[in-house]
């Protein structure tokens, strides 16, 4: 008898059970991609105080059309040595570039420069440029 | 309860999607083999021949360089004048700092007839320049082919 009494329970709890309802909705971005067209640079020999040619570092970003995108180059060089800018002839800092596009959906290409600041070289350089580019918002 | 857990499942792989997604990362390197810039000092500042006479022998006046640098570094050197009648030999020659610190040079006079004029405070110059200063090297990424 208890039993019985037991099943009954459970089928009346379930009888009065209600269905929740949701909807689930998602845009189709493109992962954003990067690709850079130097993988590195060899200055040589340099001595203190004398002109270096700046190096072109062209990349590309590839991400969702219309959408934004940040642009972070930044360094591992705490000398100060290493200088980087968007154009050649000026603007040059040791510390990071930062900047934000809007994406074509193709392969958009760009460049910074690569510079020494020789006259505070006091030693041999090695160091990372790192570039990271991220969707600026994501709805 | 099965939706709800499957909508969950759905809705965090779809944030885990989008997360590595929403960056992305490269890098290159950058380096410089800093050179000790090259110093030159003349154990001479100055040369008087006082009277010179034409046809007289010859009278060399040795003129010591020292050098310091970047051990290893190959160095060429010149020793010029645009004064004429003064008359320099081994006024050319290479090196390699740390084997070769100091060089030597003459100075004399050209004591033929009519060789030179009176002239005071006539400067030689000595110029020293590395001679194999490595240049810039970019590489690129590879393309696999295939």
Known sequence: ??????????????????????????????????????????????????????????????AEVDYYYDVEISNDDSSGVLQVSRTSSGGYTDGKLTYTNIATGNDDPQKFYVDLDTGIMTGDLSATITVTVAYSVIP | MKKLLLAGLILAMSATAMATGETATDSLTVSANYIVPITVVLDTTSIDFKDVYNGSAAEVKSVIATLTGETGETYSYAATTETTGIVLSGATGTGTIGTNDTFTFGIDMDRTEGGFTDFTDQLVTVTVNYTAIDDTVIVVPTTPVG
């Open chain 1, 1 to 62: 008898m208890n039993k019985i009494i037991f099943i009954f329970i459970l089928l009346s709890r379930l009888s009065f059970a209600v269905d929740g309802l949701f909807y689930i909705e998602g845009i189709g971005i493109k992962a954003i991609s990067l690709s850079l067209g130097v993988s590195s640079i060899d200055f040589g020999d340099v001595l203190s105080d004398t002109d270096v040619d700046p190096v072109l570092v062209d990349f590309s970003v590839n």
